[in-house]
């Protein structure tokens, strides 16, 4: 087996937007004595996958497996890159795999630009199974999770397994890959926009408190002084039902801090997660004035329009947004309230509303993050229209951010959104 696992080499093609499951990914080939001893690189970009790759090539007996992963936005850039580097490498030793959120959605899709293989679903055991097989020589199509073409038609293996969190570490120790200590996979709100839920699934599932003391254990003992998490919900944590578990949250945060004292920081409910705008309390806040270092939080809002936030699944209307934010303020929290603009069925009464509110919430000192309505695949609004501002809208965003009130990209996601729509009727 030695010999076997000395012949392969993993590429990660690396980019900042996926990094963080590449990390994941090599913490669970680090942390499987059967593919530990694996060589893994971080390669950045089309020239650096290449050398990667014609450097793993002059072993005996070599082979490579090159893997991405990235979110929908940026499907069309990795196309491209695929492409590119498939050009000045066409080996059959190499082997391309795709896994994430967007191969996940569009399988069939995503193999038609040009990777030989899609992976669906959670990526821990499941590259894990890749690493095996390769390494005994075996046929991928096999790998329970792996989608394929077969001729003209798209061919699924099942789905990979769903995950315990407590099995597999956040990130690469081994090989100093860091990043937010994921607290939190799924989501039982099942928003229609968001790709989370229909990925990870609609329900939650924790690490636990002793597993996360742990790792911050020995982010303390590697001399970080930040500590941030990743969830779709911050004050879900412990829960598996709509209602806050505020002892689960005290429990988490009372016990992370014991780990790394008082003088190091402890963010939660800032990026890259969120705090929903129903579970904050005069309680909620209280206990984070206790145990967490920022004094900002990302709430999701999303729109002022009831009409829409109902037509979204979001669980929540303007009123508790606008009754969020008054209490951040009053306990000494900065509120940066997350607003899509450009969702389906909005109607310029559904716009004027959500500016009125973003207004109404600066004025109180809160600041808005700006977003721009994207189609997401594998939501139940992928095929809607892509976002788009008129004139007057995109007016008033910039006299916000002139003041410093809104910050965001959604001018980017304006063309961005545009540009998925397109793509998704070229391939339809």
């Not at 530990?36 to 990667?52: K, L, Q, R, T, W």
């Not at 996360?212 to 003992?221: E, K, M, N, Q, T």
């Not at 509110?357 to 004025?363: E, I, K, N, S, Y």
Request: net charge positive; with cysteine; aromatic share 8%.
């Amino acid at each position: 087996m030695a010999a076997d696992i000395a012949g392969l080499t993993v590429v990660w093609a690396y980019r900042r937007t996926g990094k963080f499951a590449f990390h994941v990914l090599t913490g669970a080939l680090e942390t499987d004595a059967r593919t530990a001893s694996v060589p893994i690189e971080f390669a950045n970009g089309v020239d650096a996958v290449v050398a990667a790759v014609r450097t793993a090539l002059a072993a005996p007996t070599a082979r490579v497996l090159v893997g991405w992963s990235f979110y929908s936005p940026d499907f069309p850039q990795m196309r491209a890159e695929l492409h590119a580097v498939k050009a000045k490498i066409d080996d059959p030793r190499v082997v391309h795999v795709v896994g994430g959120v967007h191969a996940a959605a569009e399988p069939e899709a995503t193999l038609r630009a040009g990777w030989q293989f899609a992976a669906i679903g959670e990526g821990e055991r499941l590259v894990r199974d890749l690493v095996l097989c390769v390494q005994a020589g075996g046929d991928l199509r096999t790998v329970p999770g792996i989608a394929f073409l077969d001729g003209p038609s798209l061919r699924k293996n099942g789905r990979a397994e769903r995950i315990a969190l407590d099995e597999f570490p956040p990130f690469g120790p081994g090989h100093d890959r860091f990043g937010p200590i994921e607290i939190t996979r799924g989501c039982i709100y099942a928003c229609r926009f968001c790709q989370t839920p229909y990925f990870a699934g609609a329900n939650f599932r924790h690490r636990s408190v002793a597993n996360v003391r742990h790792w911050a254990r020995y982010l303390v003992g590697r001399g970080f002084r930040d500590f941030r998490f990743l969830t779709p919900t911050s004050l879900s944590y412990g829960t598996f039902a709509p209602e806050p578990d505020l002892a689960a949250v005290e429990a988490l945060l009372a016990g992370v801090r014991e780990e790394i004292g008082p003088t190091r920081n402890l963010w939660f409910g800032t990026f890259p997660s969120e705090v929903r705008p129903e579970h904050i309390t005069d309680a909620s806040l209280r206990l984070l004035r206790k145990w967490v270092s920022n004094r900002a939080l990302i709430v999701g809002g999303q729109s002022g329009s009831d009409r829409v936030l109902a037509a979204s699944a979001r669980g929540h209307d303007s009123a508790c947004i606008e009754r969020a934010v008054a209490l951040c303020v009053e306990h000494g929290f900065v509120p940066h309230v997350d607003f899509l603009l450009g969702l389906p069925s909005e109607e310029p009464s559904d716009v004027d509303a959500t500016l009125q509110l973003m207004d109404r919430l600066v004025a109180r000192g809160g600041k808005v993050h700006g977003h721009t309505f994207l189609p997401l695949p594998g939501t139940p609004f992928r095929k809607a229209p892509p976002g788009a501002l008129t004139d007057d809208v995109r007016r008033r965003l910039r006299q916000l951010a002139s003041k410093g009130q809104l910050y965001g990209q959604w001018e980017q996601q304006e063309a961005t959104a545009q540009q998925m729509a397109a793509a998704r009727n070229l391939t339809s």
